[in-house]
T-cell receptor, first 113, second 114 residues
Framework: GDSVTQMEGPVTLSEEAFLTINCTYT??????LFWYVQYPGEGLQLLLK?????DKGSNKGFEATYRKETTSFHLEKGSVQVSDSAVYFC????????????FGDGTTLTVKP | NAGVTQTPKFQVLKTGQSMTLQCAQD?????MYWYRQDPGMGLRLIYY???????DKGEVPNGYNVSRLNKREFSLRLESAAPSQTSVYFC?????????????FGPGTRLTVL
C-alpha cells in the first residue's frame, strides 16, 4: 500500500538556521503531496502542497518540490524562527475518493533563540 | 466562520464506558474524517464519510462507530472504551472535488481511558 516516510525527529535548530525535513513516499499512480503543520495544542493545518511532478509548493518561506524520480518532497526553509516550532507532517493524497490520504509520522521542530 | 469544531476538548473515561465525540463543519464540505493521533504513529484514519449518507472504514475502525448526521455533522462513538483507545482524536473535512483535496482539521479531543 501507499506509505510516507519522514526523517525522524526531534530536530532542534537555532534561530536563522537552514531547515530541511526529508520526506519520501511510496505510491502507485500520481499522488498529490502535502505538508501540514501542527502547532502545540492545535489541529493540523495545510502548509503547502504540490499536485504533479516538478511542482514547487511554497508558503510562509517554506518550500518543497515534488520529485517523482526520487519519490521525495523535502521541506526547506532558509531561515527559521522561534515561531516555526511545531510538528510537521508530510502526506500524500491519491485518487478521487475521500479517505485516501496517507500521513507520515511527523517531525518535531524546536527553534531556539 | 468557525471551520471545524469538536466537543469535548478533554475527556476521561473508565474502561467499559461509552461516549460520543461530536464534530461539525461550516464550510459546506462534502467529506469528513475521524483520525487518531498517537505518539510516534502519525495520524491514522478511523472512519470517513465521502458524502452525506455514506460512511466507510479507515485503517483502524475496530471499537468505533460513526454517524454522518447531516452534511455538517459527523460523530464518533466509542461503545465500550478500552485503555488502548487513549489518544488524541481529530475530525477533518474537505471539499472532495476529486483533485488535491486540502483537509481542514478541528482542534482535537484528548481522551484518556483508565
Amino acid at each position: 500500500g501507499d506509505s510516507v516516510t519522514q526523517m525522524e525527529g526531534p530536530v532542534t535548530l537555532s534561530e536563522e538556521a537552514f531547515l530541511t525535513i526529508n520526506c519520501t513516499y511510496t505510491a502507485t499512480g500520481y499522488p498529490s503531496l502535502f505538508w501540514y503543520v501542527q502547532y502545540p495544542g492545535e489541529g493540523l493545518q495545510l502548509l503547502l502542497k504540490a499536485t504533479k511532478a516538478d511542482d514547487k509548493g511554497s508558503n510562509k518561506g517554506f518550500e518543497a518540490t515534488y520529485r517523482k524520480e526520487t519519490t521525495s518532497f523535502h521541506l526547506e526553509k532558509g531561515s527559521v524562527q522561534v515561531s516555526d516550532s511545531a510538528v510537521y507532517f508530510c502526506a500524500l493524497f491519491k485518487g478521487t475518493n475521500a479517505g485516501k490520504s496517507t500521513f507520515g509520522d511527523g517531525t518535531t521542530l524546536t527553534v531556539k533563540p | 466562520n468557525a471551520g471545524v469544531t469538536q466537543t469535548p476538548k478533554f475527556q476521561v473515561l473508565k474502561t467499559g464506558q461509552s461516549m460520543t465525540l461530536q464534530c461539525a463543519q461550516d464550510m459546506n464540505h462534502n467529506s469528513m474524517y475521524w483520525y487518531r493521533q498517537d505518539p510516534g504513529m502519525g495520524l491514522r484514519l478511523i472512519y470517513y464519510s465521502a458524502s452525506e449518507g455514506t460512511t466507510d472504514k479507515g485503517e483502524v475502525p475496530n471499537g468505533y462507530n460513526v454517524s454522518r448526521l447531516n452534511k455538517r455533522e459527523f460523530s464518533l462513538r466509542l461503545e465500550s472504551a478500552a485503555p488502548s483507545q487513549t489518544s488524541v482524536y481529530f475530525c477533518a473535512s474537505s471539499e472532495a472535488t476529486g483533485g488535491a483535496d486540502t483537509q481542514y482539521f478541528g482542534p482535537g479531543t484528548r481522551l484518556t481511558v483508565l
